[in-house]
């Protein structure tokens, strides 16, 4: 993405080097000594902000790490961090940087060895807006519909390329927000589904006693709006991340799975199956083949011809389901009953919920009126006490999909995502009177962007967005206030 010509880059060089006492050479030889990054190589953010993965170095000499040698790190110029720092065990020494204003400093290391390595990052002046400081190509098989990001750990589903894990903090390949660092990958089956794979959503299940075992993916096949859709859940052992497992699966005939959401407590998974409703899946123990003998209960909220199920989240003891049709449903968690609720958007096509304490946010899509061709769409503002009441509709202007929006966890801020028109981008909402989202920052892109996934990094806040085609990118602004 080209950076405004007010905005400058700020690019940081850091050279490190090692200051321990030397290693006896071998019989008639010499020994080397390298000094190689290990990670937050290549970060982008907004100036005097630290950053979120400390640049790291690893020594060693043949092969073999060097602990307890002086690595030196000189920065000049601009930009704070610490004058030396220690290899420990493994050869790896690291360094918490602040950047500094727009501009560019160089920071060198050097010893009478030469042992040096590079690393290049930028600051960009910050406005107030969500500022892009990563972006990723994705192959255009259709390219990526959504992202689901825990413990520095990216899950990009790409559709036909698969899922593609990331690292993004987690430190395991040096991997950041500004340059995230693939871990493994995995084309799941398409299990008979006419269109492939079509990877569309994931969720990492950490289960109560400590495992991180499963993936569960969301396929998305061909669908009819409002009647028909197809698509299975496929679970992967990620026990190894890099070599993801399928495992298991579940079909629903007649039916298919978009977004879901797990009672990780409970060992149950959610899941919004369009006009198959709602499932309630019980994910506990060991998952091999068939799950259809799992489902807990099913519901269709907005009965025959009246559901298209986009969304679920489990929140304040109820489960709540945005439907594409019949609007916003309050549901028992564990019967699925109908608490309270429904057929209550009807002026535009429903999208995505995220609920956050006593206030609920759905997105639309189709304009002004339901297969209309008004220009503006609306942000639903919910109150949530004795069930879903409407208290408002915040417009957005030259916009045409409300497309995907999460509260961030303080409850400080909106985050939403829109395509279509000129108004499509990622918007950033002032929370402060929840029921009054206040527009603090926008970042236009001319594609649009389908979703967006909020993820806490380093004491910083991001956003991972998916750009859709004729250039598909996972795209990651910063929205740290």
Sequence with gaps: MMIPGRYRALLLVVTAACGSEPISPPPGGVTTFVLQSAGGDGQRGPAATDLPVALSVRLSSGGVPVAGAQVAWTITGGGTGAATSTTDATGLATNSVRLGPPGTIEVTARSDRQSSTTFTLQAVAASGNPVLVGEVAIPPQYGIHDSYVRDGIAFVSAWNTGIIIYDVGDGRAGGSPSKPQEVGRLITSDNGVPGGAAVHNAWWFHNPNGEKRYLFIGQEGPATLF???????????????????????????GAGAHNFWMDEASQTLYAAYYNGGV???????????????RIRTR??????????????????????ANDIVSGLWALDPVTLATRAGGNNVPERWGSDLWIHGSYGYTGTWGGT????????????????AGGPVLVDSLIVADVRTISDLQVTDDGRWLVVTTERLAGQGIRV????????????????????????????????????????????ALQIYDITP
Aim: hydrophobic letters at 40%; proline letters at 6%.
């Design 227 to 253: 009647s028909t859709s197809s698509g299975d859940i496929h679970v992967v052992d990620v026990s190894d991340l890099r070599n993801p497992r399928e495992v298991a699966f579940l079909k629903i005939p």
């Design 279 to 293: 499932v309630a899946l019980d994910v506990s123990g060991t998952l091999t083949g068939d799950l259809t003998s």
């Design 299 to 320: 519901v269709t909220p907005g009965g025959p011809g009246n559901t298209f199920v986009w969304g679920v989240q489990l929140s304040g003891g109820v489960l709540w």
């Design 369 to 384: 009126a339901r297969g209309g061709t008004g220009y503006g769409d609306a942000i639903k503002i919910w109150s949530l």
């Design 429 to 472: 909402y002032d929370l402060a009177n929840p029921t009054k989202p206040v527009l603090r920052g926008f970042t236009g892109v001319a594609t649009g962007l389908h979703t967006g996934t909020v993820a806490a990094i380093g004491g910083r806040t991001y956003v991972f967005a998916a750009k859709n085609p004729a250039a598909p």
